[in-house]
């Protein structure tokens, strides 16, 4: 029913809903007044026959007490003053009818006496009884029937009034309400219309027309303003679709034509989507291929199934991998490594829909890794092996000190039997050869670690020549050779380069020739080519190529043995098994010719000969910015006008004592010994010599402590204190000097670095002769990049750390503790490498204490 | 049950009997002993229907007074100890109306002709009924006064002198009364 009213259409809705309104509420007003009526007319007949009952039965008091029957009627025909009354009887206390009225229902006493009421409305009746009553003594009933046929008329009349009323009220909502409804269901219906319109057209340019200014007007208003904006969302939405139309024709470009391969796949493994790049990595002509037949990715594309399942954990843990690397199979079953950037796609319940990344093909950065790696392994191996040899030469220099030393010592015997002086001139120069084969090591593993610079000056080329000439003269002589030097007009005096370098390849060259030739000459050539000093001189810095050429009538160099000639430990073997030397000659020269931007080159054939030809960049220099070589001097005695000088050395070792004090006692000093600090400090108190050499390190009071007190002694201040040791990595040179050496000397000592310092005493003059004095390796430019502000960034700890393990000797950690340097920067790492190479232990020393 | 009790029942008895018959039938065969007793009903009627000022709730029984003699030695004894209202009825003999005291009911022999005036002035604007059954009394100023007529005892009542007594006989009382003076 309800449904059926629902579906109804708004008019018919509205016009059965006004009709039912109308209807109920005046079928209601009419039973509420008809019900009213009831009760009044009720309540009136009542009213009235309570009231005369009541003076009834006041007055049949007497008239019953006193059987006064004829009272008794007069009484009770008062009763016909009310129309409604049938008829009335009054009953003695006895039950019997005492008088009675009209026509009474032939009904007993018990019958009437037995309503349970006072009053009863039965069949068009009205029953009424009361007791009569007198002073509490009830004396008789009263009871009366009255007809309500009134009433029912009343009702009957009042139902047909109100029929009449419905079917006025009825006709008139008819065509009132028809009117009313049609105001408004109309514009309802119209607007309905309207809409469906729209709906069925999709035109929402259509508009409804407003008649009235009403609600439905205001909707009216509503539903044009609404047409209003979807029209503008429409085209606000066909804008969008524009632009996202753009954007996935935008992004599908991307995808088509990106070089790294983009993918979406299923969980299970099935490639949903790729692009033409990753079909093309796996070597697959087309995506549609590649999808076709790549069904399962574990099987057939992971080459490590359980890198596949690695993957798959990940991306499920943690939604998201990086830098995934893998093995993949290619079509063609060739193995390619990708890496995987991908992250999960999942739907609101986290449940993972799809994968989706880019695939790269890294097999070529994989290589070149690998190679990096196999360099990187190359390298440290180089670089452990250089270090060793370092380490080892360092071993074998120590002892060298004491052999040279003594040799030197015993060899200024002029006391010597001539086979002693001829075994003492064999066993130095044995220790010489050994030390210059260290020294060549030495070399060579510098020149190796890159850690040999170039000291380019002004020097006197022809005087180089001619003083390698002089050098060379003697050892030609003796094996009966020619040596010439030959130089070209041509070539200028003074030139611009590293003379220490040239002059130590034409060492090498000129050794080996003599050594390698038996007879016939040696010939030193000089020439340039390529001459460019036409041009201007401070601009052109190759401005020519100065060639020096050495040429032998030796063994000769086999054509397969040429190649082999400038590697290191390589040695060619010529026909009558020459074999000496460390073999690194040749190599250091090769590799000094390279620093200076030139060549060496041989041409030879064996037995008949070698030409070495040296060839590098240089410049005419200027004269006078030629630097004079320092000259080292090779002592003899001490002049015979110094007066009497008192040396005290001190040292714990007695090979160290014994050396300094017999060079210094055969030169003409006067020499005592102390064991340690304590002892020298009795010594100098007793003895005063004008020069000390002191140990550093030593048992009962070390050297500092012996420097400090001894400069605390009256005339203390005038010695010269030499500070010698074998060890500088427990000492600091600044420190020694603040304790009062005036002088600081490495062991092993040459003798003539004793002689320098002990010369600097003003009472002190030699007699000696001049020997030109090599030219001191620089300290690489890089290194000077090291300043203890460069350290800062390395954490005190490990400063700290270092420190220690440099003052307690401990090479091994320090390495160690050097390699975890790497860790923060890896160019001061191998500075400070460089620094412990060189046995710059008081430099890296420095650094560590100004740094911490 | 004692000999009163028993004749007071029987009379009851009677009363019954009358009342079944219409109007108050007094038959000649009847002895001055019935008649007496029937006055005695209709007095004591008369008085149920009578209002007294300030009747109830007096600790005192409702006296009526017999003035002078009654013939033949008749007495209204049938009413001893009748209700009227919560009060017990009590008979009691006087012979001067001076004798009166606090009766309610005073009821006025025949005997008491010559005494008539000085007793209606003294109950005059005082709460007191008074009842008689000789002629001529209605007119000389009692109250109620029994008379018979064709067989029946009827009354009449001298409405003037209740009008100026303090007692209120029912209204009902004077239809069923002849009244004498008004």
């Given at each position: 029913m309800i449904k059926y009213y629902q579906n109804l259409s708004i008019r018919k809705k509205y016009t059965l809903g006004f009709h039912t309104v109308v209807l109920i509420a005046t079928i209601a007003a009419l039973v509420v007044l008809g019900i009213k009526n009831i009760q009044t007319f009720r309540t009136n007949l009542i009213a009235r026959i309570e009231a005369t009952a009541g003076v009834i039965s006041t007055n049949s008091v007497v008239a019953i007490d006193f059987n006064d029957v004829t009272q008794g009627r007069i009484i009770l025909s008062s009763l016909k003053d009310i129309p409604e009354v049938i008829g009335a009887v009054i009953y003695n206390i006895d039950e019997e009818e005492f008088v009675s009225f009209g026509s009474v229902p032939d009904v007993s006493f018990d019958r009437q006496m037995t309503l349970d009421e006072k009053i009863l409305f039965e069949d068009d009746q009205m029953y009424f009884k009361t007791l009569i009553e007198y002073q509490g003594e009830v004396y008789g009933t009263l009871f009366i029937v009255a007809s309500t046929e009134n009433l029912s008329k009343q009702i009957w009349d009042f139902i047909g009034f109100t029929l009449i009323v419905l079917v006025i009220i009825f006709v008139v909502t008819f065509f009132l309400g028809g009117s009313l409804t049609n105001s408004i269901t109309e514009p309802v219906l119209n607007l309905s219309n309207t809409a469906l319109k729209i709906s069925n057209e999709g035109d929402y340019s259509i508009r409804v027309n407003k008649i009235y200014d009403d609600e439905i007007g205001t909707l009216y208003d509503s539903f044009n303003n609404m047409l209003d904006q979807i029209a503008a969302k429409n085209s606000e939405i066909s804008g969008l679709n524009n632009s996202l139309l753009e954007s996935e024709q935008k992004y599908r470009r991307i995808f088509e034509n990106a070089t790294e391969g983009i993918y979406q796949s299923t969980p299970e493994g099935r490639f949903l989507t790729v692009n033409p790049a990753l079909a093309k990595m796996f070597g697959y002509g087309t995506p549609e291929e590649f999808l076709t037949e790549i069904t399962d990715v574990k099987t057939q594309i992971y080459v490590d199934q359980n890198t596949h399942n690695e993957f798959h954990d990940r991306i499920k843990s943690e939604n998201t991998v990086r830098d995934f690397e893998s093995r993949a199979y290619k079509k063609d079953g060739s193995i390619i490594y990708i890496s995987d950037n991908s992250h999960a796609v999942r739907d609101k319940n986290s449940k993972i829909l799809y994968f989706e990344g880019t695939l790269e093909d890294i097999t070529e950065k994989k290589k070149s890794e690998e190679l990096t790696l196999a360099k990187e392994a190359a390298e440290a191996a180089s670089k452990a092996k250089s270090t060793f040899l370092a380490n080892i030469s360092h071993e074998i220099r120590t002892p060298m000190n004491a052999i040279l030393g003594y040799t030197q010592l015993m060899q200024r015997d002029t006391d010597l039997k001539d086979e002693h002086k001829k075994a003492l001139d064999t066993v130095n120069r044995s220790g010489e050869h050994l030390l210059e084969l260290i020294n060549d090591v030495l070399e060579m593993t510098k020149i190796e670690a890159g850690r040999i610079s170039v000291d380019i000056k002004t020097f006197d080329l022809h005087s180089m020549l001619e003083d390698l000439e002089r050098m060379f003269r003697v050892r030609s002589e003796a094996k009966l050779l020619d040596l010439s030097l030959n130089i070209e007009k041509s070539t200028p005096r003074y030139i611009v380069s590293d003379e220490s370098k040239i002059r130590q390849v034409l060492v090498n060259l000129l050794g080996n020739a003599i050594k390698f030739t038996k007879k016939g000459s040696i010939i030193l050539d000089t020439g340039v080519t390529e001459d460019g000093r036409n041009g201007d001189k401070d601009q052109l810095r190759h401005s020519f190529i100065l060639s020096l050429e050495v040429k032998d009538t030796g063994i000769g160099i086999s054509e397969k043995d040429l190649d082999l000639?400038?590697?290191?430990?390589?040695?060619?073997?010529?026909d009558e098994g020459i074999r000496t030397g460390s073999g690194l000659g040749l190599a250091i020269s090769r590799k000094y010719a390279h620093l200076l931007e030139g060549e060496i080159k041989v041409s030879s054939k064996l037995g008949e000969g070698s030409v070495f030809t040296l060839e590098i960049p240089a410049r005419e220099g200027n004269p006078s910015d030629v630097t004079e070589p320092a000259v080292k001097k090779r002592v003899l005695t001490l002049a015979e006008e110094v007066g009497e000088i008192r040396v005290l050395v001190v040292d714990d070792q007695e090979s160290n004592r014994d050396i300094l004090a017999k060079i210094l006692k055969e030169v003409g000093f006067l020499i005592r010994e102390a064991e340690d600090g304590l002892e020298s400090l009795k010594i100098f108190e007793e003895w005063r010599p004008q020069i000390v050499l002191m140990d550093i390190k030593m048992p009962v009071m070390d050297g500092k402590e012996a420097m400090r007190r001894i400069r605390k002694i009256r005339g203390g201040d005038q010695t010269v204190i030499i500070a010698i040791t074998a060890s500088v990595l427990s000492e600091e040179e600044a420190e020694v000097f603040a304790c009062g050496a005036d002088y600081f000397i490495r062991k092993p000592f040459r003798d003539f670095e004793i002689f320098e310092a002990i010369e600097n005493h003003p009472e002190v003059q030699f007699i000696s002769y001049d020997q030109e004095r090599t030219t001191d390796e620089k300290?690489?430019?890089?290194?000077?990049?090291?300043?203890p502000d460069s350290l800062t960034i390395l954490p005190d700890e490990l400063l700290e750390k270092m420190s220690n393990a440099l003052h307690s000797g401990n090479y091994d950690h320090l390495i160690e503790l050097l390699n975890s340097v790497e860790e923060y920067d890896k160019e001061i790492a191998e500075n400070l490498k460089e620094l412990v190479v060189r046995f710059e232990y008081n430099t890296l020393l420095n650094l560590l204490n100004d740094a911490n | 049950m004692d000999k009163k009790s028993l004749k007071f029942l029987l009379s009851f008895t009677v009363l019954l009997v009358f009342f079944a018959a219409p109007g108050f039938l007094c038959a000649q065969s009847i002895t001055m002993e019935d008649e007496y007793v029937l006055k005695s009903v209709n007095i004591f009627r008369i008085c149920k229907f009578t209002e007294w000022p300030?009747?109830?709730?007096?600790?005192r029984p409702f006296t009526i007074a017999v003035l002078g003699d009654l013939p033949g030695n008749q007495n209204l004894g049938i009413l001893e100890d009748r209700l009227i209202g919560d009060r017990k009825i009590t008979i009691t003999k006087i012979?001067?109306?001076?004798?009166?005291?606090?009766?309610?009911?005073v009821f006025v022999c025949a005997s008491e002709e010559d005494k008539l005036d000085a007793i209606t002035r003294y109950v005059l604007n005082k709460a007191v009924l008074t009842i008689s059954d000789t002629e001529g009394f209605a007119e000389k100023g009692i109250m109620f006064n029994f008379y018979i007529e064709e067989n029946f005892l009827k009354f009449e009542i001298n409405r003037e002198a209740v009008e100026n007594s303090l007692v209120k006989p029912h209204s009902r009382l004077y239809t069923i009364g002849k009244i004498v003076k008004d």
């Open positions: 000639v400038f590697k290191s430990f390589e040695q060619a073997i010529g300290v690489p430019d890089k290194l000077s990049k090291l300043t | 300030n009747f109830s709730g007096l600790d012979n001067d109306i001076e004798e009166l005291g606090s009766s309610e009911v």
